[in-house]
């Protein structure tokens, strides 16, 4: 069993949907990322979470530590949210676990 | 800032030969990284660094070494290319806030090995 598991794989959704990535993950951690990837573009660190709920924008990241669970969550969601978001969970060392990514596609 | 470059950004190279993946970073952090990306799979570390003249292993290192003579630059050499290491090859450099650190990803180089 994968230490850091993401769902769903692919998500295909209508522009406007709200949307919701989980993970889930099965080591302790100092924080869990949340990492955008476009195709065949280069990764940007969305948030970074140690407990509660972040916002930026349309996008909203929470973490249940007691659950070893975090979501990320996309309002209003755009055509140019198409993107791989993948999850990665760090320690104390700095060495970060990575999820294999959820690809969602929005539709116009 | 221009924030943690690679180059080259595109590489194909033969079964055997050697090259360097270069990787800089102008924020001052300590923290320095090479991952690879392939399909299916989560980036996986290969090398890490916490400091100027301090590396260390991560979970894929054979085939690969690195060096860090300066804050700056973390390059990455192949030793004797093999297909088997055609990825995707991301650096990243990070800083500590609070016991976690905030990461900054280069661009990526896509490497194939034929």
């Known amino acids: 069993k994968n230490e850091v598991e993401q769902s769903p794989q692919n998500l295909t959704a209508q522009e406007g949907e709200f949307i919701t990535i989980n993970c889930s993950y099965s080591?302790?951690?100092?924080?869990l990322h949340w990492l955008q990837q476009h195709p065949g573009g280069g990764i940007v660190s969305l948030f970074m979470?140690?407990?509660g709920k972040k916002k930026h924008g349309r996008l909203i990241a929470t973490i249940n530590i007691q659950e070893k669970h975090s979501s990320l969550h996309i309002t209003a969601s755009h055509p140019r949210d198409s993107a791989v978001y993948i999850c990665?969970?760090?320690?104390?060392?700095?060495?970060?676990?990575f999820g294999t990514g959820t690809l969602l596609a929005v539709q116009p | 800032n221009a924030g943690v470059t690679q180059t080259p950004k595109f590489q194909v190279l033969k079964t055997g030969q050697s090259m360097t993946l270069q990787c800089a970073q102008d924020?001052?952090?300590?923290?320095m990284s090479w991952y690879r990306q392939d399909p299916g799979m989560g980036l996986r570390l290969i090398h890490y660094?916490?400091?100027?003249?301090?590396?260390d292993q991560g979970e894929v290192p054979n085939g690969y070494n690195v060096s860090r003579s300066t804050t700056e630059d973390f390059p990455l050499r192949l030793l004797s290319a093999a297909p088997s290491q055609t990825s995707v090859y991301f650096c990243?450099?990070?800083?500590?806030?609070?016991?976690?650190?905030?990461?900054?990803f280069g661009p990526g180089t896509r490497l194939t090995v034929t």
């Open positions: 990243a450099s990070s800083y500590s806030i609070a016991g976690a650190y905030e990461q900054y």
């Open positions: 080591v302790g951690i100092s924080a």
């Open positions: 979470l140690s407990s």
């Open positions: 990665a969970v760090g320690g104390a060392t700095n060495k970060l676990i």
């Open positions: 924020m001052n952090h300590e923290y």
């Open positions: 660094s916490v400091g100027a003249g301090i590396t």
